[in-house]
């Protein structure tokens, strides 16, 4: 798994070639400097949500929001996947507002 994160999704999702410039791309990255509009979910049961109360108080965006999806209505665990219908919904009702 760490070799998956750091060598093949890391350097793919930062569209880069090699794990130096993926860690010379992690570096330069500041939450502080996110200022467009930006909308983070978490679900219930997924560990890598854990940290999203966290990166939405960082962010310095004036429209900022966090979407908690609970195992109580059916969307918990990782991206939402036992009810993307919902995920979908309350996404683009978001970008419904952001972009009005």
Not at 11 to 23: I, K, R
């Amino acid at each position: 798994m760490l070799r998956w994160k750091l060598l093949q999704r890391g350097p793919l999702v930062h569209a880069v070639d090699n794990l130096f410039d993926y860690l010379k791309e992690l570096l330069a990255f500041e939450l502080s400097a996110v200022t467009c509009p930006i909308l983070v979910t978490m679900a219930d049961g997924a560990p890598s949500a854990t940290g999203a109360p966290k990166v939405i108080d960082a962010v310095a965006s004036k429209k900022k929001q966090l979407v908690h999806f609970t195992d109580a209505e059916g969307s918990g665990g990782h991206c939402e996947r036992a009810a993307r219908m919902l995920y979908h919904q309350r996404t683009f009702d978001w970008l419904d507002e952001v972009l009005a």
